[in-house]
DNA sequence: GTCTATATAAGGATAGAC
DNA sequence: GTCTATCCTTATATAGAC
């Protein structure tokens, strides 16, 4: 019995196993030649699918986001602020998991492709988070600042989680808990109103 | 006149050109060559003053992480809840302009080195903001839990800026005002009293 | 579609000359 | 203390065989 493999979709190998790598070394730390490692296939294997790096990279990204959007929509609460906070921990918890949050989809590199999908999967991911919004503060400014604040505490608390500055942690809670209990505060505040870009 | 160039110091020198570097390319762009290159002097030199890359990039971020403290300590404001507002704000300015924040004291590469300067450049740089904290917050914990938020706040904005994610963006304003408004949000919200480690 | 082999480039790090 | 020269590793990407 042969040692050689057949790939019926090496493309969606490629994905599967990208996400897999992303999780394990960060975004930074991808490389089409690991990738190919972990697939079994040689380093020219997968320019034969993607005609380059970037687009590659942009496969998976896209995968990303609709995970993240899957994972966002599926978040649990009792009344829509409940749910709004909680998606943040979820995002932090996504992030923690999978390496890379919503922002691989505005990383500079694949921006300039263009990639319709990407484009429209990241967006697909903050509509449920300003649809959650839209409940708690009346006016849509007012829920996309929200979100645009949310967003921020979440990718700073998956961040510093990541890397540790919780060397001054004063709870046992693990980083999304304590994301959503910030998120928690900033939801009940009082909403300031936005500057509308004229 | 000879085209050569005597270094007095050349160890101050690259620390000096640390920071540009790290403020155009990132932590992640960092390398001893292009410093190498940038000081004028061959890819060797460096290794003569720092044993290698890591150590070199820890003296960097020790200088980052003082600078860092000072940006903050000099924050003004009308009391010290706008104070430590305007310090978020501060704080996401600091980052945008030199590439990087205090995530770069914790960074696994780093702390394995046990270095003694970078952990109380780090220390010091946050214990401004704890200290602000405690003239909003009645008890440590609470103070501490507040700061923790702030700096995930900031260093979300910080990043969200960097990248672009303000595509959705409904204010004119800037990053580092964004930041502060939210914060301002946060420290007018009423704590909740944190779990205390057993 | 996949492989082997290769061109090209960058970086970390060291040895030994000066 | 600094340079030159070199080695080793890693990665992107392509050409041509199978």
Redesign the pocket.
């Known amino acids: 019995m042969s040692r050689r493999?057949?790939?019926g979709d090496?493309a969606a190998t490629l994905v599967d196993e990208g996400v897999a790598l992303v999780a394990e070394v960060g975004v930074a730390g991808?490389?089409?030649?690991?990738l190919?490692r972990r697939a079994?296939?040689?380093?020219?294997?997968p320019?034969?699918?993607f005609?380059?790096?970037?687009r590659l990279l942009a496969a998976v990204a896209t995968r990303v986001a609709r995970e993240l959007a899957a994972c966002l929509e599926d978040t649990p609460g009792e009344d829509p602020a409940a749910r709004l906070a909680a998606a943040t921990g979820t995002y932090v918890a996504f992030v923690t998991r999978c390496g890379v949050g919503i922002e691989i989809v505005y990383a500079p590199a694949l921006r300039r492709l263009g990639d319709e999908d990407l484009a429209h999967a990241g967006r697909a991911a903050m509509d449920v988070l300003i649809g959650l919004a839209r409940e708690v503060r009346p006016s849509a400014d007012a829920a996309l600042l929200l979100v645009e604040q949310l967003v921020a505490l979440a990718h700073g608390y998956a961040s510093l989680g990541a890397t540790g500055l919780t060397a001054e942690r004063i709870t046992d809670e693990d980083a999304p808990t304590r994301a959503t209990r910030a998120a928690r505060a900033l939801i009940g505040a009082a909403p300031e109103a936005p500057l509308v870009v004229g």
Chains 1, 2 share one sequence.
């Open positions: 493999y057949h790939h090496l991808f490389s089409v030649a690991e190919a079994g296939v040689s380093t020219a294997a320019y034969r699918h005609g380059d790096r970037d």
